[in-house]
């Protein structure tokens, strides 16, 4: 009786306890002990460091007052001297903050041409081109009214580093070097010691995805968003749709003067220049402000 009694209340098999799923049953025991190690370490992704964001200390301080000059284009004796102009409007000043740890040489060659030191400047240039909505252009070389071919910058070797590409223009009063907007002249650009000193400035109300990754931004407006938005207002050439389609079809069998005629699109009809331009002294660096 006693041992039909342990018998009777004896754990039942170990098999009724074993895993039924078939997949488990065919992994040996060497593949269990893998498969729990790896499932214990930590995921690559989750220890990997995240990138710092760029640099937007603002290093530099300029500033540009923008005038209207109503008789520069029946005034002959002003030559290329918009400064000269008697009967400027003024219409206000942007004090710009520049990135000189994120890309050193894009502002130290802007701030040169703000301060006339490398024997060229912005001071009594033109804006050749408004897009309404978008942006404006200034420091186009060559022309009558535009920059003169500046001697004594540094070759601005950031054009070509991926780094320099890392900001967008993402509001209004983002500052940056024009590159793929560059409308300088191509006899120009193949002069050796060519420098390309063109810039844009949006005019908002919403970003330009089409100009990230294509130019350089160096700085931002911190003072005069307002004359940002009053530029932008200003009428510009805007040529017909004919026009347009005779242009397109020049273009397409290679005649050159296509572009010769687009270079006036777009361009205010108000002689708006840079009336004068120079630097700001900066006693501590400051963050810029925080984008809206």
Known sequence: MGCTTAAAFSPPPLHHHQNTNPNLRLLPRRSLVLLSTALSLPS??????????????VTDRVFMDFSVCPSYFVNRTLGDELSLCADSEPLGRLVIGLYGNLVPITVSN??????????????????????????????????????KPPSKLARNTETVDSK?????????GVVSLCLSENDDDDDI?????????????TTGPGPCPQLDNRNIVFGAVLDGLDLVTSIASIPTYKPGERIRQYNDFAEFIGDG???????IWNKPLKTLYISDCGELKVAKPTLSPSLP
Do not use: W
């Open 44 to 57: 690559p992704l989750s220890s990997a460091t995240v990138p710092p964001p760029p640099d937007t200390t």
């Open 164 to 172: 320099a590409f890392k900001l967008g223009h993402t509001r209004s």
């Open 257 to 263: 003067r296509a572009k010769t005629a687009r270079a």
């Open 189 to 201: 650009k193949l002069d050796p010691n060519y420098h390309n000193v063109e810039f844009l400035i």
């Open 110 to 147: 802007f701030k040169a041409m703000c301060t006339g030191s490398c024997g060229s400047s912005y001071k009594g240039t033109l804006v050749q081109k408004i897009l309404p909505g978008e942006f404006f252009i200034a420091g186009r070389q060559g022309h009558k009214g535009e920059v």
